[in-house]
């Protein structure tokens, strides 16, 4: 695997490395979102290899191995956290690819219904956990005798809030009593709606953008097929109708004849 990771990262640097000689604006293209993406996804690796080389284990000195354990133990979690990052390399698809682009596209111009989205759920939760913690732990039957140690507290009831309004309930908190029932069905209902509401408007976002980059993907391939087919028929016409030898033995006496001539005029006839 090693192997072939070298030889994965090795091409991926030599094309980094070519687009950006060949890039009219340096600065440019070192501010492009995909370009960092994959200068981080190729970062890693390199760090990997000088780290690994410069920090082998030295069995000669133990009492400074020791000493410097700790640091060696932070270093080791960066690593595995950049380590961690060849994961983006699944993000260079998104050169190739009109559904990544889109969905890169739809997120940038979403962003205030994700906010919006954000808001509504962060309203909402610091609303139903208090509720929800109310009814387990005071309102429901026998809640002092007991009480519920899933809903101990409000910042506890955080996580079920959330949970229940994206409907993904794990199960690990559920309310026991009627009220925190009601709650539940309640805090239900309104993730539903919350979630729904900006939903609309980032589906027509992605909708238009994904017509718009096909529209685009099909000018191009227009474009270009249209610049071949031009180049073919050039071929093929230069092919089929040659120019004539006698025409062009014409036109050179005829530019010899005009040489001949200048030099058969006399200084003196101006």
Known sequence: MFVVE???????????????????????????????????A??????????????APRDDDDAAAGAGRGYLDKLSLILRLLRALRILYVMRLARHSLGLQTLGMTMQRSMREFGLLLLFVCVAVTLFSPLVHLAESELAPFAATHPQHSFSSIPASYWWAIISMTTVGYGDMVPRSIPGQMVALTSILSGILIMAFPATSIFHTFSRSYQELKQEYEQLWKEERGEEMAAESEESRAKLHP????????????????EGGEDAVPPTAF
């Open 243 to 258: 120019p004539p030898d006698g025409v062009e033995d014409g036109v050179k006496d005829g530019d010899d004849g005009a």
């Open 6 to 40: 070298s030889v994965c990262v090795a091409w991926f640097t030599l094309e980094f490395l070519l687009r950006f000689v060949n890039a009219q604006s340096k600065l440019a293209f070192a501010r492009g979102p995909l370009n960092i993406i994959d200068a981080i």
């Open 42 to 55: 190729i970062l890693p690796y390199y760090v990997a290899l000088v780290v690994d080389v410069r920090d």
